[in-house]
């Protein structure tokens, strides 16, 4: 059983919709408080703590973790190495020694930082803040879960390195959600590929190619209101015969009141729908969505010039975890991204400029999933192209995801 898997067997992570401290949203519960009554499953996060130290060469002469959550694997992790540990209180007391810290440590010895969770970072600033008021030097930072990329924006502005063991898209699938779903399917059938089924005009050939290709790829991307003679039951069953998910691309953007009527008969086939994420907002807060299905957050599109979506630097709407993008979120962990303009190799790029890699799109994008339409379905031999695409999509997939 994987570090992973114990910790959800051990309720260190459950599944569940909840309000954090810092007022956002998750769909999953970190607990790692539970590790003290899981000695050996403590031990073994000590060990992984160990590894990340030594494998980014972090030098020190104490550690501190941060109340309450990080203090006592960081006591174990000190007993390990024989090192000094430290504590910052959060109020010095009235009474006693009246210590900000416990622990003597001469000025300028350097102290490596030890947090369970960061969703904000502003816990361990508080605490790097005392320290160096103390005349402690701080560089760096060991989280057992990053949460959010907010966190390590706020933290390294501070000059200080952010390590994270392990970030939300390790717990991807062991979530009830569907982000965890979709992760799910990528690791049982490794693969990251999603086939876009919308530039097909002969609907026979198009089901017979995705009955072939099924096998290969975690997603399909539709587009019921332009295809002559889709019918949504053949789609469901292989669907359900390949393992992978429907999404259904139409792009919503008009009035909660015209969204919610195409909603109501796309939900009754497909997993998940894109809508525009100026209108996320109204459409998610006017359907009751009885079916489940996904929203998906059309953020960025590979065509110039197209309808204004929204800056990087604008908060995204609350509950939107599953979005459409280019590169402009790359940096957050936190969302499971979905990119269009896609083509294996460097020699299928055109120059429209709308096309790049999946190595580009992946790896130097951090996409999860890569949409690839007229690269294979153009291609002389589609089942062989889609058999190369899901294999170089499962490759950066994984490759930005180990643990």
């Given at each position: 059983?994987?570090?992973?898997?114990?910790?959800?067997?051990?309720?260190?992570?459950?599944?569940?919709?909840?309000?954090?401290?810092?007022?956002?949203?998750?769909?999953?519960?970190?607990?790692?408080?539970?590790?003290?009554?899981?000695?050996?499953l403590?031990?073994?996060?000590?060990?992984?703590?160990?590894?990340?130290?030594?494998?980014?060469?972090?030098?020190?002469?104490?550690?501190?973790?941060?109340?309450?959550?990080?203090?006592?694997?960081?006591?174990?992790?000190?007993?390990?190495?024989?090192?000094?540990?430290i504590?910052?209180?959060?109020?010095?007391?009235?009474?006693?020694?009246?210590?900000?810290?416990?622990?003597d440590?001469?000025?300028?010895?350097?102290?490596?930082?030890?947090?369970?969770?960061?969703?904000t970072?502003?816990?361990?600033?508080?605490?790097?803040?005392?320290?160096?008021?103390?005349?402690?030097?701080?560089?760096?930072?060991?989280?057992?879960?990053?949460?959010?990329?907010?966190?390590?924006?706020?933290?390294?502005?501070?000059?200080?390195y952010?390590?994270?063991?392990?970030?939300v898209?390790?717990?991807?699938?062991?979530?009830?959600?569907?982000?965890?779903?979709?992760?799910?399917?990528?690791?049982?059938?490794?693969?990251?590929?999603?086939?876009?089924?919308?530039?097909?005009?002969?609907?026979?050939?198009?089901?017979?190619?995705?009955?072939?290709?099924?096998?290969?790829?975690?997603?399909?991307?539709t587009?019921?209101?332009?295809?002559?003679?889709?019918?949504?039951?053949?789609?469901?069953?292989?669907?359900?015969?390949?393992?992978?998910?429907?999404?259904?691309?139409?792009?919503?953007i008009?009035?909660?009141?015209?969204?919610?009527?195409?909603?109501?008969?796309?939900d009754?086939?497909?997993?998940?729908?894109?809508?525009?994420?100026?209108?996320?907002?109204?459409?998610?807060?006017?359907?009751?969505?009885?079916?489940?299905?996904?929203?998906?957050?059309?953020?960025e599109?590979?065509?110039?010039?197209?309808?204004?979506?929204?800056?990087?630097?604008?908060?995204?709407?609350?509950?939107?975890?599953?979005?459409?993008?280019?590169?402009?979120?790359k940096?957050?962990?936190?969302?499971?991204?979905?990119?269009?303009?896609?083509?294996?190799?460097?020699?299928?790029?055109?120059?429209?400029?709308?096309?790049?890699?999946?190595?580009?799109?992946?790896?130097?994008?951090?996409?999860?999933?890569?949409?690839?339409?007229?690269?294979?379905?153009?291609?002389?031999?589609?089942?062989?192209?889609?058999?190369?695409?899901?294999?170089?999509?499962?490759?950066?997939?994984?490759?930005?995801?180990?643990?």
């Amino acid at each position: 059983m994987s570090l992973l898997e114990q910790y959800f067997e051990n309720k260190i992570f459950l599944n569940m919709k909840t309000k954090l401290k810092s007022g956002q949203y998750s769909d999953y519960y970190c607990n790692f408080r539970n590790l003290l009554v899981c000695p050996k499953l403590m031990d073994d996060t000590a060990n992984l703590i160990i590894e990340t130290i030594k494998n980014n060469n972090i030098e020190f002469d104490a550690l501190c973790g941060v109340l309450t959550g990080g203090v006592p694997i960081t006591a174990i992790v000190a007993n390990k190495l024989g090192v000094k540990q430290i504590i910052v209180r959060d109020k010095v007391k009235e009474y006693g020694m009246k210590n900000e810290i416990d622990g003597d440590l001469e000025p300028g010895s350097r102290v490596l930082v030890i947090e369970d969770v960061v969703t904000t970072g502003n816990s361990v600033l508080e605490v790097i803040h005392k320290l160096r008021k103390n005349q402690l030097v701080v560089s760096d930072t060991i989280v057992l879960m990053e949460r959010t990329s907010e966190s390590r924006k706020n933290i390294e502005s501070h000059n200080v390195y952010l390590n994270s063991l392990m970030n939300v898209k390790h717990l991807e699938p062991f979530i009830n959600s569907f982000k965890g779903k979709i992760a799910k399917i990528i690791n049982e059938k490794k693969t990251a590929l999603c086939l876009s089924l919308d530039i097909f005009d002969n609907w026979t050939r198009a089901v017979e190619l995705l009955d072939e290709v099924g096998p290969y790829i975690c997603m399909v991307k539709t587009h019921q209101d332009i295809t002559k003679g889709f019918q949504p039951s053949i789609i469901m069953a292989l669907a359900k015969k390949h393992n992978f998910l429907i999404m259904e691309d139409r792009k919503l953007i008009d009035v909660p009141k015209i969204a919610i009527r195409q909603l109501e008969e796309i939900d009754t086939w497909a997993h998940c729908v894109t809508v525009m994420v100026n209108n996320y907002k109204d459409i998610k807060e006017h359907y009751s969505n009885p079916n489940n299905i996904e929203l998906i957050g059309v953020c960025e599109m590979n065509t110039q010039n197209s309808i204004p979506l929204i800056n990087s630097t604008d908060p995204l709407p609350e509950n939107l975890f599953t979005i459409v993008n280019q590169s402009k979120y790359k940096n957050h962990p936190e969302l499971f991204k979905i990119t269009p303009g896609v083509v294996e190799e460097e020699e299928d790029v055109n120059d429209t400029g709308r096309y790049r890699t999946i190595e580009k799109a992946m790896f130097f994008d951090k996409n999860d999933v890569v949409i690839i339409g007229s690269n294979i379905l153009n291609n002389q031999q589609p089942i062989e192209k889609t058999k190369s695409c899901s294999s170089l999509s499962w490759y950066f997939y994984n490759r930005n995801n180990q643990l």
